[in-house]
C-alpha cells in the first residue's frame, strides 16, 4: 500500500503546481489587462478632462476592475491551494496527467478506480492494485506542468509597459496630471492654460502692516492682465515684468480670502493669514544711581539710550504684546528675558561698563518688525583732584598754611595732611575739615608743628591727600608733592633772634627821634597858637603834619610791637627762658602795647575833629597844650622802653651763654670719658674730630662774651662782669688742644707699630690698656671741663649778685617813693582842707599857693627819681607812668588855677591830684610786694631753672578774700576812725581791693567773648567804684551793698567755673598772639571760600552730574574773573 500512498501524494502536489500554474499565468495576464485599463483610462481623461463626478468614475471603476479582474485571473487560484474539497478530483487530476504522460493514463485513473474499491477485501483487486501502483510508480506526476511556458503569455504584457516607458520618459504629464486628477477625484483642477500662476497659496501678513503679494506666471504664454478677486470685489495686480505681478494689501486687520484670474483662468482660492507680530507697548527704565553718588532714583519713559554713572543698576520694565519672549543683546552678553504676567517682561542688570544694546522680541511666528537698538554711555568715577598753594612760616616755624582746590565728580570722603618728622619712617595725617558732599570747592588749613617733635635743624616732609567716596571701585585717592619744611639750624636761629633783637632796638631809636621831633613840632604850633588870635592856613598846615607825623608813630609803634612779639615767640619756640626772663619779657611787651595810651590817641583824635570843624582858636590852643604837655611821656615812655630792651637783651644773653656753658661742660666731660676708654685705632679719628668741634665751641663762647660786655656797655646801668672770663676760655682752649696733640701721637705710634710688627702684634696691641697719651689726653679734656664749671659759676655768681644789689637798691627806692608820695598826698590834703577855709582876700592865700607851688616842685623830684627807677624795674608797668602824668597834670593846673584866682577850680584840681597820688602809692606799693616775693624766692633758691608759676588764687580763693575784705570795711566804718589814721586804713583796703581786682583782671584774659567774661567785666567795674570810694574816704552805705553784690557776683562766677569743668590756663598780663604774616593771597582763600559756598548754595542738590559739573565751571571762571 504504500506504493499507492507516494502516487497519491504525487497527484496532491500535481494539484497544487495545477493551480500555481493557472494564478501565474492569471497575474500575467491580470498586469497586461490592468497596465492596459490604467493607460485607456488616463487617455480618456487627459483627453476628457473630466470634473469631480467624472474623476471620481473612473477611479472608483478602475479600482473594481483591478480587484475583479485580480479575483479571477489570480485570487481565486491562490485561494485553493490548501483547499483539497475546491480542488480537482483524483479522476481529472488523472485525465490531465494522462494527456502528458498517455502511456499512463489508463493505469492511472484505473488505480483511482481499484483504491475507491480498497474498502473490499478481495484479494484479486489488491493484487491488481500493486500490479497497477507498480507500472506508474517511475513517474513524475509534477513534472507534467511546466511554468515555463506561461512565457507566451508575457507578450501582453510587454506592450502596455512599453508605452508607460515612453510616456514617462517623453509625456511624463500624461502619466503624472491624469493619475493625480483621477487620484485626487475630490479635487478641483483648473484646466492647463498656455500659463499658470506661481503662488503661495497660505501667504502670511502682520496685522497693522502691509504685504506685497507676489504673482508669477509660467507657460508658453504670459498674460497682459492679473487680477484678484477679493471678496466680490475684483482689482488689478500691478505688473513687474518677466511674467511677475504684484498687490499690495495696506494696514491689514484680519485674513483675507480672494483668487488670482487671468484670461478666464484662476489659482483657486488663496487665503492670506493675517498674524500679529511680537509689539513693544510700553518701555520703563528705573535708574538706581549708586548711593555714594547721592542722586536720587529716576524713571525713564520710552528712551533707551542712557548716560549713567559706572555701578548704575538699571531694571527694564518692557509691556509687550504677541510676545512669547525677549532676547536682551549686549556687548558681551545676551540675556533671554521670560514673560512675568500679562505681556510683562523686566531684566535688572548693573552696568559698569558702556556697551550697545538691542531688544529682539519674539513669538512662533515672527520677531518684532523695527530694530530696537540702544547705548548706554558710562560716566567713569574719576580720581579726585587737587591744588595746592602753601606758606611755610619762615618766621617762627610753627604753622604752615596750605590752601587750594579739591574737584570730585560726587564727593569725598576725606581730605588730610600727610606728614612725617624727620627720623619716622612712616606719615601720620591729620583731617582737613571740608564738605563732603560739595564736588568742588577750596580748603583752607593751618597745620600746627608740635614742638615737642620738631627741633633746630629738623625737617617735616608732607603732603595733602584727597580722598574719594567711589563706592563702586573702592575709595581713590590722589595727593600733591611731597614737600619739606626744614628747620634752621640751633645757630641760624639765635642769628635770626639777635638780628630781630637788633631790629626792634633801632625801630625804637627811630621811633624815640620822631617823638622828640613831633614833641618838638607840637611846642612850636602851641607857641604859635599863644601869640595868635585867628589861625591861618599855615597854623593848620603845621596840625596836619602833627597829625602826620602822630600817624606815622603809631604805626611804627605798632610794627614795633609786632616784631618784639615775634621775636618773644621764636625765643619761646625753640629756647627755654627762666621765669624771670619770660616775666621779663612780658612786662616789656605790656610796657610797648601802652606807649601810645588811649588817652593820647583821643586827644590827637579830637585835634583832628576840630581841624576837619575849622573851630575856633581857643579850642586849638587848649588842645595843643595838653598835647604839649603829654609829648614828654611819650619820649620818656620810649626811653624807658630801650633801657629795659637792652637790660632784657643782656639777661637773655647771659641765659643763652650759661646755657652753652653748661652744654660744652656735658659734651666735653662725655668726650674725656670716651677718649679714656677708648681701644679702637679706627675711633681716633672721631674723638679728634669731636675735639676740634669742643675747640670752635669755645669759640662761640668767646664771642658770646664779647657780645654780652658790648650790650652791657651799651646800658645806662651796666654790671660788673668778670674781667677774667675769656682768659680762662682760651686756658680751655689750651688743655684741649693738648688734649689734641697727646691723641695724635697715640695714633701716630700705632699706626708706625702695626707697619713694623705686622697684624698678629698689632692685635695684641689693640688688647692693651689705654696708653699713657690718651689718659693725658683725657686729663687735659676733664681739666677743660672743670674750668669751663668754673667760668660759669662765676658768671653765675656775678648775676645773681647784681640782680640781688640792683633788686635792693630798687626796692628801697621804691619804698621812699611809696613814702614820699604819701607824705605828698598828706600835704596836698592839708593845703586843700586849707583853701576850702580861706578866702581870695585873705594874705594867707599868697602863702598857701606858694605852698602848692612847692609841692609841685616835690612831685617833680618823684617824678625824676620814678622815671630814673622805670628804666631799671619791670614790674613798674605803664599804669604807673600814666597815674604819675596825670597827677603833673592836675598838681599843674592846680597852680595855673590859683594864679588865676580861681580856687574852687583849683581845689577841685587839688583834690584829683590826691587821687593819682593815692593811686599811685598803691600801684608803687603793689610792686613793692612783687619784688619783695622776688626776692625772697631768689634767696631760696627757688628762681632759677623752673617754669614761671604764679600761684594765682583761684576764683574760690578770690571769693574768700574778697569776703575778708568787706568784712574789713564794715569794720573800719563801725570803728569812727578819723584822721591821717583813716586814711592809712582806707589806703591799705583799697590796695586790697585793686590786688583782687588785678587777679580777677588775670582769670578774665582767656574768657574774651564769652558769658563768663561778661560776667567778669561787671565785676571789675564794682571793684573799681569801691576803689575810689575807698580812696575818696567816701564809705557809704552804698558801698557796703556793692561789696555785698560783688561777693554774690563772684560765688555766681565760681559756680559757673565749675560746671565749665575745664581748668583754662590764664596769665595775668600776657602779649597778644601773634598774628602771622600770611600773604595776601592766602587771606583771600577765606574770603573766597565764603562766597563760594554761597554760590553753590545755589545749586540744587538733584542736579545731573553733568550739569553739576559745568555749574561748577561757570562758578570757576566767574571766579577767575573776579581775582583779576
Given at each position: 500500500m504504500g506504493t499507492n500512498a507516494d502516487i497519491f501524494e504525487q497527484l496532491k502536489q500535481y494539484k497544487r503546481k495545477y493551480y500555481l500554474n493557472k494564478a501565474i499565468k492569471g497575474g500575467i495576464i491580470w498586469g497586461a489587462a490592468i497596465l492596459g485599463l490604467y493607460l485607456l483610462i488616463n487617455t480618456i481623461e487627459f483627453g476628457a478632462r473630466f470634473n469631480s463626478t467624472g474623476r471620481s468614475i473612473l477611479f472608483?471603476?478602475?479600482?473594481?476592475?483591478?480587484?475583479?479582474?485580480?479575483?479571477?485571473?489570480?485570487?481565486?487560484?491562490?485561494?485553493?491551494?490548501?483547499?483539497?474539497?475546491?480542488?480537482?478530483?483524483?479522476?481529472?487530476?488523472?485525465?490531465?496527467i494522462g494527456k502528458f504522460f498517455p502511456e499512463v493514463s489508463d493505469k492511472l485513473l484505473n488505480l483511482i478506480q481499484l483504491e475507491s474499491l480498497s474498502n473490499q477485501q478481495n484479494d484479486l483487486l489488491i493484487a491488481s492494485i500493486k500490479q497497477k501502483s507498480a507500472s506508474i510508480n517511475h513517474v513524475s506526476f509534477t513534472s507534467a506542468i511546466d511554468y515555463k511556458v506561461n512565457r507566451k503569455y508575457l507578450k501582453w504584457l510587454y506592450p502596455p509597459v512599453f508605452v508607460l516607458v515612453l510616456l514617462l520618459i517623453f509625456i511624463p504629464q500624461f502619466i503624472t496630471e491624469s493619475s493625480t486628477r483621477i487620484?485626487?477625484?475630490?479635487?478641483?483642477?483648473?484646466?492647463?492654460?498656455?500659463?499658470?500662476?506661481?503662488?503661495?497659496?497660505?501667504?502670511?501678513?502682520?496685522?497693522?502692516?502691509?504685504?506685497?503679494?507676489?504673482?508669477?506666471?509660467?507657460?508658453?504664454?504670459?498674460?497682459?492682465?492679473?487680477?484678484?478677486?477679493?471678496?466680490?470685489?475684483?482689482?488689478?495686480?500691478?505688473?513687474?515684468?518677466?511674467g511677475s505681478f504684484s498687490y499690495r494689501f495696506n494696514n491689514l486687520n484680519e485674513d483675507v480670502a480672494f483668487e488670482v484670474t487671468a484670461e478666464s483662468i484662476t489659482s483657486g482660492t488663496v487665503r492670506l493669514n493675517v498674524e500679529e507680530r511680537p509689539n513693544l507697548e510700553l518701555f520703563d527704565i528705573d535708574v538706581n544711581y549708586p548711593k555714594y553718588t547721592g542722586k536720587e532714583a529716576e524713571k525713564i519713559k520710552n528712551s533707551g539710550n542712557l548716560l549713567i554713572p559706572e555701578g548704575t543698576e538699571v531694571t527694564w520694565k518692557l509691556n509687550t504684546k504677541a510676545t512669547d519672549i525677549i532676547f536682551m543683546h549686549?556687548?558681551?552678553?545676551?540675556?533671554?528675558?521670560?514673560?512675568?504676567?500679562?505681556?510683562?517682561?523686566?531684566?535688572?542688570?548693573?552696568?559698569?561698563?558702556?556697551?550697545?544694546?538691542?531688544?529682539?522680541?519674539?513669538?512662533?511666528?515672527?520677531?518684532?518688525?523695527d530694530t530696537l537698538a540702544f547705548k548706554i554711555e558710562v560716566i567713569k568715577d574719576q580720581y579726585p583732584k587737587i591744588t595746592l598753594d602753601q606758606y611755610q612760616d619762615t618766621v617762627l616755624y610753627s604753622e604752615l598754611v596750605l590752601a587750594g582746590q579739591i574737584d570730585d565728580d560726587y564727593g569725598f570722603s576725606a581730605l588730610r595732611v600727610r606728614y612725617k618728622f624727620e627720623g619716622e619712617e612712616s606719615f601720620h595725617q591729620q583731617k582737613v575739615s571740608i564738605n563732603s558732599e560739595l564736588n568742588s570747592q577750596t580748603y583752607y588749613h593751618i597745620f600746627k608743628l608740635d614742638s615737642s617733635k620738631i627741633k633746630a635743624g629738623g625737617e617735616l616732609q608732607y603732603y595733602v591727600e584727597v580722598v574719594d567716596n567711589d563706592g563702586v571701585n573702592g575709595i581713590k585717592a590722589s595727593k600733591t608733592g611731597t614737600y619739606s619744611f626744614k628747620i634752621p639750624s640751633k645757630e641760624e636761629i639765635a642769628e635770626e633772634i639777635d638780628k630781630g633783637n637788633q631790629k626792634v632796638q633801632q625801630e625804637i631809636d627811630k621811633s624815640i627821634q620822631q617823638a622828640q621831633d613831633l614833641s618838638k613840632k607840637i611846642q612850636e604850633v602851641d607857641e604859635r597858637l599863644k601869640t595868635k588870635k585867628e589861625m591861618d592856613w599855615r597854623d593848620e598846615k603845621l596840625m596836619e603834619e602833627i597829625l602826620q607825623q602822630k600817624d606815622d608813630l603809631s604805626k611804627k609803634l605798632d610794627d614795633l610791637k609786632q616784631q618784639n612779639q615775634l621775636n618773644n615767640k621764636k625765643q619761646d619756640q625753640f629756647n627755654e627762658k627762666s621765669p624771670e626772663v619770660k616775666q621779663k619779657m612780658e612786662q616789656l611787651q605790656d610796657i610797648?602795647?601802652?606807649?601810645?595810651?588811649?588817652?593820647?590817641?583821643?586827644?590827637?583824635?579830637?585835634?583832628?575833629?576840630?581841624?576837619?570843624?575849622?573851630?575856633?582858636?581857643e579850642e586849638f590852643r587848649d588842645k595843643m597844650d595838653e598835647l604839649n604837655k603829654n609829648s614828654s611821656n611819650l619820649e620818656d615812655d620810649l626811653e624807658r622802653t630801650l633801657e629795659l630792651f637792652?637790660?632784657?637783651?643782656?639777661?637773655?644773653?647771659?641765659?643763652?651763654?650759661?646755657?652753652?656753658?653748661?652744654?660744652?661742660?656735658?659734651?666735653?666731660?662725655?668726650?674725656?670719658?670716651?677718649?679714656?676708654?677708648?681701644?679702637?685705632?679706627?675711633?681716633k679719628n672721631d674723638l679728634l674730630e669731636k675735639l676740634e668741634e669742643e675747640k670752635r665751641g669755645i669759640d662761640d663762647l668767646k664771642e658770646r662774651i664779647d657780645e654780652l660786655n658790648e650790650l652791657n656797655q651799651d646800658r645806662k646801668n651796666p654790671e660788673a662782669l668778670p674781667?677774667?672770663?675769656?682768659?680762662?676760655?682760651?686756658?680751655?682752649?689750651?688743655?684741649?688742644?693738648?688734649?689734641?696733640?697727646?691723641?695724635?701721637e697715640e695714633q701716630a705710634e700705632e699706626q708706625q707699630e702695626g707697619q713694623e710688627e705686622g697684624a698678629q702684634q698689632e692685635e695684641q696691641e689693640g688688647a692693651k690698656p689705654s696708653s699713657s697719651q690718651r689718659q693725658k689726653s683725657a686729663?687735659?679734656?676733664?681739666?677743660?671741663?672743670?674750668?669751663?664749671?668754673?667760668?660759669?659759676?662765676?658768671?653765675?655768681?656775678?648775676?645773681?649778685?647784681?640782680?640781688?644789689?640792683?633788686?635792693?637798691?630798687n626796692l628801697e627806692h621804691l619804698q621812699d617813693l611809696v613814702d614820699n608820695l604819701v607824705t605828698l598826698s598828706f600835704s596836698q590834703e592839708t593845703l586843700m582842707d586849707e583853701f576850702k577855709e580861706i578866702r581870695q582876700s585873705d594874705p594867707r592865700f599868697v602863702t598857701l599857693s606858694q605852698q602848692q607851688l612847692k609841692l609841685k616842685d616835690d612831685s617833680k623830684i618823684i617824678q625824676d627819681s620814678l622815671v630814673a627807677l622805670s628804666e631799671r624795674v619791670f614790674q613798674i608797668s605803664s599804669f604807673v607812668m600814666k597815674e604819675l602824668s596825670e597827677m603833673n597834670r592836675q598838681m599843674d593846673g592846680a597852680v595855673e588855677s590859683l594864679k588865676e584866682k580861681r580856687v574852687s577850680q583849683a581845689i577841685g584840681q587839688q583834690q584829683f591830684t590826691m587821687t593819682s597820688i593815692n593811686n599811685l602809692a598803691l600801684l608803687l606799693d603793689d610792686v613793692v610786694q612783687q619784688m619783695q616775693n622776688q626776692m625772697a624766692q631768689s634767696m631760696n633758691g627757688q628762681g632759677k631753672g623752673q617754669k614761671n608759676k604764679k600761684n594765682s588764687p583761684t576764683m574760690n580763693g578770690l571769693s574768700e578774700l574778697q569776703q575778708q575784705l568787706s568784712e574789713q570795711i564794715k569794720e573800719l566804718k563801725r570803728s569812727g576812725?578819723?584822721?591821717?589814721?583813716?586814711?592809712?586804713?582806707?589806703?591799705?583796703?583799697a590796695a586790697q581791693q585793686e590786688r583782687i581786682r588785678n587777679a580777677l583782671e588775670n582769670f578774665e584774659t582767656g574768657l574774651d567773648g564769652n558769658k563768663l567774661g561778661d560776667k567778669i567785666d561787671k565785676l571789675i567795674e564794682q571793684m573799681e567804684l569801691n576803689e575810689m570810694d575807698l580812696l575818696n574816704k567816701n564809705v557809704s552805705d552804698q558801698t557796703i551793698e556793692r561789696q555785698r553784690d560783688i561777693l554774690t557776683r563772684m560765688l555766681d562766677a565760681e559756680n559757673a567755673m565749675e560746671q565749665r569743668g575745664e581748668d583754662e590756663k590764664r596769665k595775668g598780663e600776657t602779649a597778644n598772639d601773634y598774628e602771622l604774616s600770611v600773604p595776601q593771597s592766602m587771606v583771600e582763600y577765606l574770603k573766597q571760600k565764603e562766597k563760594e559756598i554761597e554760590l553753590l548754595r545755589t545749586i540744587p542738590a538733584k542736579l545731573n552730574p553733568y550739569y553739576k559739573k559745568e555749574t561748577n565751571k561757570y562758578f570757576k571762571k566767574i571766579k577767575e574773573t573776579n581775582q583779576k
Open positions: 472608483f471603476g478602475f479600482v473594481l476592475l483591478i480587484l475583479v479582474l485580480f479575483y479571477q485571473l489570480v485570487g481565486r487560484y491562490l485561494l485553493v491551494l490548501n483547499r483539497s474539497d475546491k480542488q480537482l478530483s483524483n479522476e481529472e487530476a488523472a485525465k490531465e487620484v485626487n477625484f475630490d479635487k478641483e483642477f483648473v484646466p492647463e492654460a498656455p500659463f499658470r500662476f506661481i503662488i503661495d497659496k497660505n501667504p502670511t501678513a502682520f496685522k497693522g502692516e502691509a504685504y506685497n503679494f507676489k504673482i508669477a506666471t509660467e507657460g508658453t504664454a504670459v498674460p497682459a492682465d492679473v487680477y484678484l478677486n477679493i471678496n466680490n470685489r475684483t482689482v488689478k495686480a500691478k505688473k513687474e515684468g518677466n549686549f556687548l558681551n552678553a545676551i540675556d533671554t528675558l521670560e514673560e512675568a504676567k500679562n505681556g510683562v517682561f523686566s531684566n535688572t542688570k548693573q552696568i559698569t561698563a558702556p556697551t550697545p544694546y538691542s531688544i529682539q522680541l519674539q513669538n512662533d511666528l515672527s520677531n518684532n518688525k610797648m602795647n601802652n606807649v601810645l595810651d588811649d588817652e593820647t590817641k583821643k586827644l590827637y583824635e579830637e585835634l583832628r575833629e576840630l581841624l576837619q570843624q575849622q573851630s575856633d582858636i637792652k637790660k632784657l637783651q643782656f639777661d637773655m644773653k647771659m641765659e643763652q651763654t650759661l646755657e652753652e656753658l653748661e652744654e660744652a661742660i656735658q659734651d666735653q666731660e662725655q668726650l674725656a670719658k670716651d677718649t679714656e676708654n677708648e681701644q679702637n685705632p679706627d675711633s674781667k677774667d672770663v675769656k682768659g680762662d676760655l682760651e686756658e680751655i682752649q689750651e688743655d684741649q688742644e693738648r688734649a689734641q696733640e697727646e691723641l695724635g686729663q687735659h679734656q676733664q681739666r677743660a671741663a672743670q674750668k669751663m664749671k668754673e667760668v660759669k659759676q662765676s658768671l653765675e655768681s656775678m648775676q645773681a649778685s647784681a640782680q640781688m644789689e640792683q633788686m635792693q637798691e576812725k578819723s584822721g591821717r589814721e583813716l586814711s592809712e586804713e582806707l589806703a591799705k583796703l
